[in-house]
């Protein structure tokens, strides 16, 4: 009888050992799901980082208006002052002078976020 409780003690040591090194697998499992959930989500946050690019606009001009009036409700703070803008809005639509003539259209620079 003595042997046979040292044989049962023995399997369920085995038991227990294994039972605790699935525990173990289970748990390593687990950490490196949540440390690769973890690590999905500052890569999306890292895709929703935005870059400021210059973009382009037709604009209709209207009677009164003037390269300076324009540059008034398009200029955005990525030009140090106005007259920056206004002489690359002439570079672009080729205007010497001051001259606009109503009716026509210009293309006007604006500075906007993209991912």
Do not use: C
Request: negative net charge; hydrophobic residues 40%; without cysteine.
């Amino acid at each position: 009888m003595h042997a046979y409780m040292k044989k049962n003690e023995r399997k369920a040591r085995i038991t227990q050992y294994i039972i605790l090194i699935l525990a173990g697998i289970l748990v390593a499992v687990f950490i490196l799901a949540a440390g690769g959930s973890r690590l999905r989500s500052h890569q999306v946050q890292a895709s929703d980082v935005y870059s400021e690019t210059t973009l382009y606009k037709s604009v209709y001009v209207k009677a009164g208006d003037t390269l300076w009036t324009i540059a008034d409700t398009y200029m955005d703070e990525s030009y140090e002052d106005k007259a920056e803008y206004i002489d690359e809005i002439m570079e672009i639509n080729h205007i010497s002078g001051n001259s606009l003539q109503a009716g026509s259209y210009i293309i006007v620079p604006y500075t906007a976020s993209v991912r």
